[in-house]
């Protein structure tokens, strides 16, 4: 059986799609991936071998554009979905799989025009303009967020380097894979008085924010485990006891898979504030603390927070949330 992975634009759409690709190499299916030249695909998949083949394609998102913009991009798409259409053909592809963004579009689209099955997974805990209009087309549509049963699809290496926090002696600051300038500033607000406090900083800033975020802690004299971006996240999550995070799907199940508390802080401008409603997931069992970017001014009230949390209980309970082979799950249904 061929199957194509289609989306991206952002790692926690990516991420799931490598999920899928790790587990359909396990059964042996050949994959093609169709992703865009804008986003972030490039940079995950470009020299992934094992891929048969892979399109980048000049797709661009709708929804962030207006009046005629809109409608430019949208008929683009659409003429991108007939290229698609003769892919999925030159490939014998059996199944698409998409992943969302605005990167699954043409391939997405170019399923139905071909009436090859389609499959859906929806990261978040509110759906995405795309997948709301694609889902009553769709053989199957995924989410961790909905009353049908279905696992998040969280890479094998966070669950193997999970391990219980009792104490808090580190703090990780994430921002996602291109760092976020809020979180950024309040790590370094918050750097002396936790320095003061003998908790050590491990900083994911982003690769815009990285050298400025280098010069101050430097300024500060406080040693702090700083980087862009690593290949191997779980291992800086590993030696972390909470996280300060945006609230991303990827990451929050993430840090779920490695029984990392957090204290989220949600991206206010997400769409349809899907950040807040991911971490409210969360928060509604009682395995974390969300600050909007208003509250989290406040640095007092964020170190109060994370000193009154307690890690032991929600480290052994965050273990419950998501499981191993969720990827395989979705994978089988579509088999």
């Known amino acids: 059986m061929k199957i194509a992975i289609t989306g991206g634009g952002t790692g926690g759409h990516l991420s799931i799609?490598?999920?899928?690709?790790?587990?359909?190499?396990?059964?042996?299916?050949?994959?093609?991936?169709?992703?865009?030249?804008?986003?972030?695909?490039?940079?995950?998949?470009?020299?992934?071998?094992?891929f048969e083949a892979k399109y980048f394609l000049s797709s661009s998102g709708v929804v962030n554009k207006k009046g005629f913009g809109k409608l430019k991009s949208f008929i683009h798409i659409l003429k991108l979905s007939f290229e698609c259409k003769k892919i999925l053909r030159q490939h014998n592809i059996q199944a698409v799989f998409s992943v969302g963004g605005y990167s699954s579009a043409p391939a997405a689209f170019g399923a139905i025009f071909s009436r090859t099955p389609l499959f859906i997974h929806?990261?978040?805990?509110?759906?995405?303009?795309?997948?709301?209009?694609?889902?009553?087309?769709?053989?199957?549509?995924?989410?961790?967020?909905?009353?049908?049963?279905?696992?998040?699809?969280?890479?094998?290496?966070?669950?193997?380097?999970?391990?219980?926090?009792?104490?808090?002696?580190?703090?990780?600051?994430?921002?996602?894979?291109?760092?976020?300038?809020?979180?950024?500033?309040?790590?370094l607000k918050l750097a002396c008085e936790l320095n003061a406090k003998g908790i050590s900083i491990i900083h994911q800033c982003g690769k815009n924010d990285y050298e400025l975020c280098k010069k101050e802690y430097e300024k500060l004299n406080i040693q702090v485990d700083l980087f862009a971006f690593d290949n191997h996240l779980e291992l800086k999550m590993q030696k972390a006891d909470l996280a300060i995070s945006r609230a991303g799907a990827s990451t929050l199940f993430e840090l779920c898979a490695n029984t990392l508390p957090a204290l989220f802080i949600p991206f206010a401008y997400a769409a349809k504030n899907h950040q807040y409603f991911n971490a409210k997931f969360l928060q509604d069992k009682a395995l974390c603390q969300i600050f909007t970017q208003e509250q989290a001014k406040n640095e007092n009230a964020i170190l109060k927070a994370i000193l009154a949390m307690n890690l032991e209980d929600i480290s052994s309970r965050l273990k419950d949330i998501v499981q191993k082979n969720g990827a395989d799950f979705m994978l089988q249904e579509v088999l």
Not at 126 to 149: D, M, Q, R, V, Y
Not at 165 to 179: A, D, M, T, V, Y
């Open 122 to 187: 929806e990261q978040n805990s509110k759906k995405g303009s795309l997948n709301s209009l694609l889902k009553p087309f769709s053989k199957k549509f995924f989410s961790a967020f909905e009353n049908t049963f279905c696992p998040y699809p969280v890479d094998e290496k966070f669950f193997n380097s999970a391990r219980k926090r009792s104490e808090l002696k580190s703090i990780i600051f994430l921002g996602g894979s291109q760092g976020a300038n809020f979180i950024n500033q309040l790590a």
């Open 17 to 50: 799609a490598k999920c899928i690709l790790e587990s359909a190499k396990k059964r042996n299916l050949e994959c093609i991936y169709i992703g865009s030249q804008n986003g972030q695909d490039k940079a995950w998949f470009e020299n992934e071998d094992k």
